[in-house]
T-cell receptor, first 115, second 112 residues
Framework: DAGVTQSPTHLIKTRGQHVTLRCSPI?????VSWYQQVLGQGPQFIFQ???????GRGNFPDRFSARQFPNYSSELNVNALLLGDSALYLC??????????????FGEGSRLTVL | DAKTTQPNSMESNEEEPVHLPCNHS???????IHWYRQLPSQGPEYVIH???SNVNNRMASLAIAEDRKSSTLILHRATLRDAAVYYC?????????????FGTGTRLTIIP
């Protein structure tokens, strides 16, 4: 079975531009969450979506938004890019109902560079 | 969120056991202790989790102190493939909670 897949794997943008990152969860997983990992730090929680509804939001500005589609795939959008948005963006999926017993399965991430 | 404290780095010889410590003195009664690791150029990978009792799985063992204020991840026989950053995370026992609060973790180096 395929794991969590993310696209694109790498991309370069300039300040002020907009970016859309995509994530396909493992088949059967209905929950998707997004994390930002700046170089040298641990991942930071951005959003969680379950059944197309936002279930959690981290401490990120409104320039960051996301959505989940009927097939449970997800998009993360970032507007008005800043240099500080350069990071590895990770998507994770999990089975529903496994709040504490279940593991999150992470993709390999989309590396965004903002120039 | 309750915080965890881990050493920044550790080294171990190949084929020897590794004990990775984690302090979480402000843990609440509903927090589970999770460990993830991140290999170079990959996303984090689940290792193990527990609440109060020691836990074992095919990857590792988790020893939890009786007062739950600290825990230790044990890799019984380290291999070069275990070189990674290991994160100790407290996860609130709430339905649908997928928020993991990562710290900076412990960078484990395995010496051949």
């Amino acid at each position: 079975d395929a794991g969590v897949t993310q696209s694109p794997t790498h991309l370069i943008k300039t300040r002020g531009q907009h970016v859309t990152l995509r994530c396909s969860p493992i088949s059967g997983h209905k929950s998707v969450s997004w994390y930002q990992q700046v170089l040298g730090q641990g991942p930071q929680f951005i959003f969680q979506y379950y059944e197309k509804e936002e279930r959690g939001r981290g401490n990120f500005p409104d320039r960051f938004s996301a959505r989940q589609f009927p097939n449970y795939s997800s998009e993360l959008n970032v507007n008005a890019l800043l240099l500080g948005d350069s990071a590895l963006y990770l998507c994770a999926s999990s089975l529903p109902g496994l709040a504490v017993t279940g593991e999150l399965f992470f993709g390999e991430g989309s590396r965004l560079t903002v120039l | 969120d309750a915080k965890t404290t881990q050493p920044n780095s550790m080294e171990s010889n190949e084929e020897e056991p590794v004990h990775l410590p984690c302090n979480h003195s402000t843990i609440s009664g509903t927090d589970y202790i999770h460990w993830y690791r991140q290999l170079p150029s990959q996303g984090p990978e689940y290792v193990i989790h527990g609440l109060t009792s020691n836990v074992n799985n095919r990857m590792a063992s988790l020893a939890i102190a009786e007062d739950r204020k600290s825990s230790t991840l044990i890799l019984h026989r380290a291999t070069l493939r275990d070189a990674a950053v290991y994160y100790c995370i407290l996860r609130e026992a709430r339905f649908g909670n997928e928020k993991l609060t990562f710290g900076t973790g412990t960078r484990l180096t395995i010496i051949p």
